[in-house]
């Protein structure tokens, strides 16, 4: 009977499901908000937003395979959104084919709101529409209850970027600022996936 509780506290001592590079990223599911979806409509060889409204419905990272995918995971903190924005300016530059809904490559952003207090989830919540609003290609998640940290094994409080090839395999995963020599590293890794 002494085994059953040894066992049971070496279990709950084991870590979390993680990301780790060179094998498949665990699954999450995002019931809580989820993903956000605008009415949008091909115009100009890209999608664009048709009205204002915006629902959500429940979000699994599994959506999307087949395609190279880039999971931007920030914290519902003031601050973090910056930590790596050189990264995002970089695929924005690098002009990955994500405009259109079957495009090879997608952004995903994950915001987790259960890091926020009561203002900072607002707020965030907010600026994610607006982001959809002005991108609407890009692809856009509220994780209310902290599903894809937890999943993942993600830090709180901070940024991460998870670089997927179209099986879901990590490419590219860290938590924190990127350096400039990583972020060319991502990208590239990105571009040499999309390449017939």
Known sequence: ??????????????????????????????AARGL????????????????????????SSAEGSGRVRTFYHLAARMGVDDINKAYIDALIAAKLPELLPDGAYKTVTIL????ANFVTRGIG???????????????????ASGAARAAWGLKPGESAVIVLDRDD???FFKEG???????????????ARLRP
Not at 179 to 188: F, K, L, M, S, Y
């Open 112 to 115: 987790d709101l259960s890091q």
């Open 169 to 171: 395999t990590v490419l």
């Open 36 to 59: 956000l979806v605008p009415r949008t409509r091909v115009e100009g060889g890209r999608m664009v937003l048709d009205g204002k409204e915006i629902a959500y419905r429940p979000w």
């Open 125 to 143: 919540a907010g600026r994610l529409e607006k982001s959809q609003r002005e991108t609407p290609y890009a692809l856009f998640v509220a994780d």
């Open 177 to 191: 600022r990127l350096t400039a020599d990583e972020i060319a590293r991502a990208v590239g890794l990105i571009q």
């Open 1 to 30: 009977m002494k085994a059953v509780p040894a066992l049971l506290a070496l279990c709950l001592a084991l870590p979390a499901p993680g990301v780790e590079v060179g094998r498949r990223l665990p699954e999450a599911r995002v």
